[in-house]
């Protein structure tokens, strides 16, 4: 059980640090185009084809708290038997 909760505060704790790194870069790095048609700017959405960042974000997150996990595990069973 306690293998299990140190994998998901971690995952949590992770996924949460990349989507938050990753909505910061990607607002730091927009730059609208005003210029583009010559006219005045109407608001309209565009929608535009899906990414696969939000499914990378989650598989690197899970990786690296997995990771995380067994090197906690190993910690505390080395404790346990000294």
């Known amino acids: 059980m306690k293998k299990y909760l140190i994998f998901i505060i971690s995952f949590i704790a992770l996924y ?3 989507q938050i790194s990753s909505g ?4 730091a790095l927009y730059t609208p185009d005003i210029y583009s048609t010559g ?3 109407h608001q ?3 929608f535009t084809d899906p ?3 939000p499914l ?6 899970a990786t690296a708290a997995y990771f995380i996990s067994q090197k906690f595990g190993e ?8």
């Open 16 to 18: 949460s640090l990349a």
């Open 24 to 27: 910061l870069i990607l607002t």
């Open 39 to 41: 006219q005045l700017i």
């Open 44 to 46: 309209e959405v565009v």
């Open 51 to 53: 990414t696969y960042t």
């Open 56 to 61: 990378l974000l989650i598989f690197l997150s």
């Open 75 to 82: 910690t505390a069973k080395v404790q346990q038997h000294s």
